[in-house]
């Protein structure tokens, strides 16, 4: 992709694409957190449940860029981040994007056009899949830990997909989250865009989350799906664009 612009000596200015790379670091709080700091009941949550962190990994799809002329660019594919095993800490989009201001969005999980079963291999090859009894799909979210109760060391497993209601009462629900990151203004040279998830929010804001009641089986809660993407609106942010 090329772009032409008339300069003012009726000269054609050639406008070339650059590359924009996503990267994302992750916090608790404010405090950096690293897989350096897994397996270690450090982490307090507003409850003041203490926790430690043994996986987490989650999905991110419909990285969009809308120029402020109103046209819109979504890149191809999807990046599942692993802290874990601190793989896919960065995703470099497919398509090249020409110079100019973006407002800039990703969506967390997949939307439910795209959450079909079996359609990606490498996630149904990784587990992170979704049961057909639960809904079928993919995960949003996988953050896995333990947690103390009353001095006992507990798991947890904060599982994030399509909210499903086992009972049939109520119909399964989309509850991805679109995360907008505002206004960035991609220069010439390598754009990076770079992601703060602060992993307190998920137990925090608008839901105040307690461990002692909802730690596992959330998969089939359907109630708790719906508040646990609430929660999920405040993780991501933006914290800075840098060039190359």
Do not use: C
Not at 21 to 26: A, E, L, P, V
Not at 83 to 112: C, H, K, M, Q, W
Not at 118 to 124: I, S
Request: net charge negative; no cysteine.
């Amino acid at each position: 992709m090329t772009a032409f612009w008339s300069g003012s000596d009726n000269s054609d200015i050639v406008v070339q694409p650059v590359g924009v790379t996503f990267n994302f670091s992750h916090s608790w709080d404010g405090t950096d957190v690293t897989r350096l700091d897994f397996n270690e009941l450090k982490f307090v949550t507003e409850n003041e449940d203490t926790l430690s962190i043994v996986r987490l990994r989650y999905l991110l799809s419909e990285f969009t860029f809308t120029h402020e002329s109103g046209v819109i660019t979504t890149i191809e594919g999807y990046n599942l981040v692993d802290l874990t095993n601190e793989e896919n800490l960065s995703f470099a989009t497919t398509e090249n994007i020409l110079p100019g201001n973006y407002t800039v969005s990703f969506r967390f999980g997949f939307s439910d056009s795209a959450n079909i079963t079996e359609a990606y291999p490498d996630l149904t090859t990784a587990n992170f899949f979704v049961p057909p009894n639960l809904g079928g799909g993919y995960h949003y979210m996988q953050f896995d830990g333990r947690y103390l109760n009353n001095g006992d060391e507990m798991s947890f497993s904060y599982h994030t997909i399509r909210a499903f209601d086992t009972t049939g009462t109520n119909d399964p629900q989309d509850t991805s989250i679109e995360v907008r990151l505002g206004t960035v203004e991609v220069l010439n040279g390598n754009t990076n865009i770079n992601v703060q998830t602060d992993l307190y929010q998920w137990f925090s804001t608008p839901n105040l989350w307690d461990l002692n009641v909802l730690n596992t089986s959330l998969m089939g809660n359907y109630d708790a799906q719906i508040q646990m993407s609430q929660n999920g609106t405040n993780v991501f942010s933006l914290v800075d664009v840098t060039q190359e």
